[in-house]
């Protein structure tokens, strides 16, 4: 299976497919247990947390904030 672009993983998620379950479904491929990815995901979404107030001031549409919306909604999911 190759690695999906960032822009597949959206659409993924926009279409509704759980991304971040995916994640956590491998997550032991990698020598993580679910304490540690759910740590990573944490630093993930804290990180992330004013992604669309910079998309708008940096002046993306948005029809394409929306678009994107459900990728960064999906980490709301993870019971941290």
Known sequence: MRDLDL???VDLAARGIAVIAVALG???EF???DE???QVLAEVA???SAWRTLAGAFG???KDIDVMTPA???LKTVPF
């Open 7 to 9: 822009s597949e993983l």
């Open 26 to 28: 491998v997550a032991s």
């Open 31 to 33: 020598r993580l247990d």
């Open 36 to 38: 540690r990815v759910r």
């Open 46 to 48: 804290s990180a992330v």
């Open 60 to 62: 993306l549409p948005e």
């Open 72 to 74: 960064f909604d999906a």
